[in-house]
């Protein structure tokens, strides 16, 4: 079940401790010894560009490759949790909190999702969880990373018809649980008409107009983040 009334819920990633998480990654990349084929061709220089990795489905097992070929990775959380409000209702945080009952007492779990990208047509969405919200912050972001895709952009509204990759060629179709999400191509200047949540990977993968429509139970934005990079994956899915 989830709490909502714990002192736990103030426990919230800074932006100190965000460059901190991110200070030791570079400490990482430096002392950085590849285990996998694909890694030690990066080491080596032999790959240079994250595009031959993701154009040709190579499957990505080691953040440092990922750190290496994008530096200017830039990272968003998502507000994936809810508390009770002072005059009823709820809030949404960032952090997710479950707590377990035992024989001991309760067992507090936090949970925390993070959207990486380029915002230049490269994102990933990643979820973390642990004990601890610096922890589960830095097992997001990790995952993140081991999850980035390449967006297809274009200019598909015949509204627009510019040929600038501002939006997606066509709709498209996303689905995760109960949620369904429908992705429409928008022209130039009508922005990204959808919620807060999804406006954050919507802007790491380089859209910058869309219409997005959605079905089922979008307040487990979980779910939500799910379905729109389900959809955004789909793009590439498409008949002659």
């Known amino acids: 079940m989830e709490e909502n009334q714990n002192p736990a819920e103030e426990k919230v990633v800074t932006i100190e401790d965000q460059e901190q998480i991110q200070e030791v990654e570079q400490l990482k990349e430096e002392t950085w010894i590849p285990k996998t084929s694909l890694g030690k061709?990066?080491?080596?220089?032999?790959?240079?560009?994250?595009n031959y990795i993701l154009e040709n489905g190579l499957k990505i097992r080691e953040v440092e490759i990922v750190d290496k070929l994008l530096p200017v990775l830039k990272t968003e959380i998502l507000k994936i949790g809810r508390r009770t409000g002072k005059g009823g209702g709820s809030q949404r945080i960032p952090v997710r909190i479950t707590a377990?009952?035992?024989?001991?007492?309760?067992?507090?779990?936090?949970?925390?999702?993070?959207?990486?990208?380029?915002e230049d047509g490269i994102v990933g969405v990643g979820r973390g969880k642990s004990d601890e919200t610096r922890r589960a912050y830095e097992k997001a972001v990790r995952r993140a990373k081991l999850n980035i895709f390449k967006v297809w952009r274009g200019c598909g509204s015949w509204e627009c018809e510019c040929g600038e990759p501002h939006s997606i060629p066509y709709k498209t179709y996303g689905r995760c649980g109960s949620v369904k999400v429908i992705l429409y191509p928008a022209p130039k200047g009508v922005g990204l008409v959808c919620d807060d949540e999804s406006k954050k990977i919507f802007r790491l993968a380089g859209i910058k107009d869309i219409w997005?429509?959605?079905?089922?139970?979008?307040?487990?934005?979980i779910n939500l983040a799910y379905a729109i990079?389900?959809?955004?994956?789909?793009?590439?899915?498409?008949?002659f």
């Open 41 to 50: 061709a990066v080491f080596e220089g032999k790959i240079t560009d994250i």
């Open 229 to 239: 990079v389900d959809a955004l994956k789909n793009v590439y899915k498409f008949k």
């Open 100 to 118: 377990k009952v035992t024989a001991s007492g309760r067992r507090f779990r936090m949970s925390l999702m993070v959207a990486v990208g380029n």
């Open 212 to 221: 997005v429509k959605t079905f089922g139970n979008t307040s487990m934005r």
